[in-house]
């Protein structure tokens, strides 16, 4: 009998181990059991398409992390569907200021600080065609940031985002 009983503590107790894991199991790593992790391995490296999220918005961004990925932008894009955009990531955090050079259609530019909060959103940015790169408009952050999230235009108010809202990616 207390043979009997201890099999099912055990089994009990096996059974919340895994209800706890599966319900708190989603920030728990084995990375976390290692210790403390060094600066320059907690940045991730980002790259292809990952999923972004910001309150109800979730958007599928290609990740633009290289020199010539920030370039080009979405320059070469003639439209966006309306659950994707463009997710720059920048080396380090700074004011960095986006212009329309051949974008062909409106977009958000939400402006991303280290800690993933916004920090900045320009709305409705329209395209400028047939001004000289001089002649552009360049759109700068009021705070530094890290990323840069670029939408179609009008999905920063149609999800209600405003600075200081977390960013999931």
């Not at 980002?46 to 910001?54: A, R, S, W």
């Not at 979405?74 to 720059?88: C, R, T, V």
């Not at 670029?150 to 209600?160: R, V």
Request: charge should be negative; hydrophobic fraction near 45%; proline fraction near 5%.
């Amino acid at each position: 009998m207390d043979s009997l009983k201890k099999d099912l503590a055990l089994i009990f107790g096996l059974f919340l181990l895994i209800i706890g894991l599966l319900i708190f199991g989603r920030s728990f790593t084995s990375v976390g059991l290692l210790g403390p992790v060094a600066p320059a391995e907690q940045s991730p490296i980002l790259e292809g398409t990952i999923p972004v999220e910001v309150k109800t918005l979730l958007i599928s961004a290609q990740v633009a992390s290289s020199a010539s990925d920030h370039r080009k932008g979405l320059s070469e894009k003639d439209s966006l569907p309306i659950n994707e955009g463009m997710l720059f990531v920048f080396d380090q955090k700074g004011a960095y200021g986006f212009w329309m050079k051949d974008v062909k259609f409106a977009i958000d530019i939400i402006w991303i600080g280290e800690d993933k909060a916004i920090v900045d959103i320009a709305e409705g940015i329209a395209p400028e065609p047939g001004r000289r790169d001089e002649e552009l408009t360049v759109f700068k952050p009021r705070a530094e940031a890290r990323y840069v999230l670029e939408i179609n235009a009008g999905l920063s108010k149609l999800h209600g985002l405003q600075i200081g809202d977390k960013v999931s990616f």
